[in-house]
């Protein structure tokens, strides 16, 4: 999955205004296929025919060894009769719902914090924004330790505070919260980035007239700063939305979708149902839902901008 | 300076060190759990979950180090990681480059039909084309190879969209000039442009590293084989193996994973920024 400013995704046009004319113009077209076929190919070939065979695949019995016969929407229709499936999808949305707001307010806040008056601002960029880099995998080995009973969070309590905590992955009530905190901390660098260039770009002119005004920093950071960097937000809470749905390797790492089926989300549902039980139109069915949530939610932010979103 | 200007200047610098300091402190916080990770790497097992928590053991066990590429094949979850970062970021350069400058430059027919597919396969989530993919990796008899790990994901649109975006900044009189100099279409492409799309080349190909390197759900799909053909996120798991949880070397294995990642942070930090903000690499 691949991400792109949301104000460029209509850009499509070609550009306009090239001169045209010598003699390569009407070789241009040779030349232009030439250049773009390994590309093209390539995408055809591994992007548009699996597209392909995922919706075929979604609409037939289809076994990981043996032929598969055409069922029609029975995949579909199962998967909402399917209690594992609903439990995966409510987890998905529950992680949603925590993980989105939590994260943007985070990397704004740390945006607004990390100012360039701040001396090594870059430094501290630099140590915000480093585990969105690194192994996923590795990040989330490492808070499995700091969460297992007697590990540090337990241990600091204890010795600390006296305090006992709970075996938060072991526990149904806490597993999933762990989940969003550890996912917090790996992901809001990304957008503290985003939000912290945006917020650069603010032009000093307007906060000093917003002061001669009378406005504070508070008033000025919510009345001017925020409108301002508005599509930046737009496309940070786009892209984290459609990341959030597609939440995995943290809960496979740290918890397998345990206890129970608390953690399970729908991206592991999907792997399970096609390299577990191999029912590979179930799966892919699935994976066309997640789809259908993901434009969903997508449209609805596109439709929503017009109340929030100020272009210049 | 006036007075008032000095007067005022002690209350504020005072509240603007406590501010530092506690930004400081919630830097130390945010990075605990991977000074915790150092800490854990260097420790012998029975140190590891202690009460009161301490950071490091009662001595430094750099032999863990060794030891995890004795216990795992490490070394081999390392050179498997290189080559397929290395060579899916490398033909990823190449188709990029070509189909970036071909959508920006080139005139041919069925141009913004071509470049409206690419653009739509980018809002297309991994998922749905992992099953499928797995399948078609099996017709080809890809399954548990190389290939599989690299090909799949080295023709994926982002790559012509950046470059596109940045040939377009590129003034015509340059490619006019190397035409009057008589310099053919490959000429004009292999000399002029791609020189000049080197800082964009580079901050693709940071980030292209970056995701094979990180890359999981996809390796442990189609890599049945993990000591021969695991790269480091499927060997991670190995640690925690038969012979129960090895924290301390699951510990120096994460550091030892980390390293790529955090060095071309370090050393490129304004190139990858710079990337985000102007065309949404990297995010996850």
Redesign the interface.
Known sequence: ?????AH??TA????KG???G?P??D???????G??A???V??A??????????LA?SLHDWPMIGTPSWTGFANYSSLFGDPTFRTALTNTVLFVVLYVPLNLVVSLGMAA??SPK??HR?I????????????????A???R??Y?P???ID??A???FGIEMPDFLADPHWAMIAIVVMSV?Q?FG?NM??FS?ALDSVPESQLEAASLDGANAWTAFWRIKLPLISPSLF?ATT??L??A??V??QPY?MTRGGPGDSTVT??QF??NQ??TFQK?GL??AA??I??VI??GV?AVQFLGQKKWVHYE | MSDAAVRARGPRSLRSAIG?AL?VLV?LL?????I??VG?SLKAPSE??????SLFGASLQWGNYSEVFSYAPFARYLVNGVVVATTGTLITL???A??G?????????G??A??????A????????????????MRELGWVNTYQALI???????????LLR?FF?TVP?ELE?AS?IDGLG?LGT?FRIMLPLARPTLAVLAVFTF?TY??S??WP??IVNDVSTLGT??LG??QFFGQQGTQ?HL??A??VV??LP??V???AL?RYL?RG??T??????
Do not use: C, K
Request: zero cysteines; a positive charge.
């Open positions: 999955m691949t991400h792109l400013p460029e995704m499509t046009a070609a550009p090239r001169r045209s010598g390569r113009r070789r241009s077209g040779v030349w232009g296929v250049f773009v390994p590309h093209a390539g995408l070939l591994f992007t548009l025919v699996p597209i392909g065979i995922a695949m914090w990390l701040i001396r870059q501290f960029r630099v140590i915000f924004f480093l585990p969105t880099v690194t192994p996923i995998v590795a990040n080995v490492v808070w330790m700091l297992q007697g590990g540090a241990a600091t204890r010795s600390f901390w992901g990304y980035i985003v260039s496309f892209m984290t459609i990341t749905f597609q995995f390797v790492i729908l991206v999907i792997y096609g390299f590979l799966a892919s994976a066309w997640l789809f993901i434009l997508t | 530092y930004l830097a945010f990075m605990s759990p991977l915790f990770m854990t590891i979950f202690s009460t009161p928590p190449a188709v990029s070509l189909s400058y071909a959508f920006s430059r080139l005139r041919w027919r141009r913004t071509t470049f409206t597919v690419f653009l396969t980018m809002m297309l989530p991994q998922e749905v084309v992992i099953v499928p993919a797995f399948v078609l090909v799949p994901w080295a023709f994926t649109a982002l790559g012509a969209f975006q377009m015509q006019d035409r279409q492409f970056i390197w990180n999981f759900l442990l799909v480091i996120p991670l798991q924290w699951i510990m294995a994460s994973s980390m990642s955090t071309l942070l370090i930090q920024v985000i903000v065309s949404g690499l990297g995010g996850r």
